[in-house]
């Protein structure tokens, strides 16, 4: 590997990584990760399609469970810069299997969870190790391929987790339906044993920074780059959440589409946003800043379409399908960013990019909650999304950090 920041050349894995080809063991690494991927986007997005069960199990009401969802996000906001500020040092592979292993025994804590007080409690500590774990697990991917190809190790871990909307999500849900929700956590388990197994036996044992103590990485969080990249983040990915939470009753009541329809519906959002995974780290390894404006730029032109016409079922579609795939341009773009802005800690800068799409997700919901309970409909938080998606894309133009013109690299093989 070549052209890695000091940190990360002197972590490589130990077999040599040729800058054309991969070794097989690489990819072992990867499909690992792939699979973790896929078991957290499973844990935190199929939550929302086992909670109808989960109220009737539980005997509580859908405001009462929806706090369980919101404790999730804040226990990723809270653990992940955390984490990362308190363990620097140590080295990455038994950091990453302690992590994942947290998130298996968590996984079936929300199993035998009793109350929706127990449950509340497990899944902000479910939360805990959400953006330590994908972070460690982005500088491990991209020690793996190389710097030169960041944007596709990113990409590889956000496809497991955007696969899961396509797959798993649904699988969920049905299991929910003619089992238990209980049942459909049991497979989550499941998912999440295979990724700690995968962890465990291929990844490489890079070391930690030797230098790295929570002084140093504080010290780390300071500077108007880190921050603005963060309140983009945070802005950008808001609007997200504010449509995305709501987007069954938009297709049901606003669209008049039947559940069974919604699901399939659901199935291409799912695509559309892993296809958006692949596009984007295609994209931020020509140009990570080029890559992020080109995804806020659809990402506007397709909530200006729902705002416009979100009462047409094809069109609706569509949009939904067009946003789904902008949003992960994006996204890609930006825990890259946020990775080299802090290229002393690159594990710290893609944790903190999992904690600031969490927070943003909180925000987003909470704000579509405000102008629906205010009566405005199903598609007037397309107008919030959009207001938040054109801040966040004149702070990735002008915003310090962001500044210049954009110069696109040649693809590497």
Not at 74 to 97: C, K, S, W
């Amino acid at each position: 590997m070549t052209d890695l920041p000091s940190t990360l050349a002197a972590g490589q894995p130990r077999w040599k990584v040729p800058r054309t080809a991969l070794d097989p063991r690489a990819w072992h690494v990867l499909a690992a990760f792939a699979v973790i991927g896929f078991g957290i986007g499973l844990t935190q997005n199929g939550a929302a399609s086992v909670v109808q069960d989960q109220i009737a199990d539980l005997g509580t009401t859908i405001d009462v469970l929806g706090l369980t969802m919101v404790a999730y996000s804040v226990g990723v906001v809270v653990g992940a810069p955390l984490i990362m500020v308190g363990l620097g040092r140590v080295r990455r592979r038994p950091l990453l299997v302690v992590m994942a292993g947290l998130f298996l025994l968590t996984t079936v804590a929300t199993v035998i969870a009793p109350t929706v007080e127990v449950l509340l409690v497990v899944r902000f500590v479910a939360g805990l190790p959400h953006g330590a774990l994908l972070g460690v697990a982005s500088f491990v991917a991209m020690s793996v391929l190389g710097r030169e190809r960041r944007g596709k190790a990113v990409s590889i871990i956000m496809l497991g987790l955007t696969t899961s909307l396509v797959v798993g999500v649904p699988l969920m849900q049905w299991l929910s339906n003619v089992a238990s929700w209980r049942m459909a956590y049991i497979v989550v388990a499941i998912i999440a044993a295979i990724g700690l197994v995968g962890v465990w036996l291929f990844t490489p044992d890079l070391p930690g920074d030797p230098a790295a103590s929570p002084r140093s990485e504080l010290r780390a969080l300071h500077g108007r780059p880190l921050w603005t990249a963060i309140v983009a983040i945070t802005v950008g990915f808001a609007g997200l959440g504010a449509v995305f939470s709501y987007i069954v009753p938009l297709l049901e009541i606003t669209n008049g589409f039947a559940p069974s329809q919604v699901t399939w519906i659901l199935v291409a959002w799912g695509g559309a946003m892993t296809l958006g995974a692949w596009l984007g780290g295609q994209l931020t390894d020509r140009s990570h800043v080029g890559a992020g404006r080109l995804g806020l730029v659809g990402v506007a032109c397709a909530l200006l379409g729902i705002g416009l016409f979100g009462d047409i079922p094809v069109a609706t579609v569509v949009l939904l399908v067009a946003l789904g795939a902008s949003v992960q341009v994006f996204s890609q773009s930006s825990q890259v960013h946020l990775m080299d802005v802090l290229h002393g800690s690159p594990s710290l800068g893609s944790a903190l990019a999992h904690a600031a799409l969490n927070a943003a997700t909180a925000v987003g919901t909470g704000l579509g909650a405000l102008v629906i309970a205010w009566g405005f409909g199903y598609r007037a938080p397309a107008w919030v999304a959009l207001v938040l998606a054109v801040a966040a894309l004149v702070i990735v133009i002008v915003g310090p950090g962001y500044r210049g013109p954009v110069q696109w690299r040649r693809p590497t093989a």
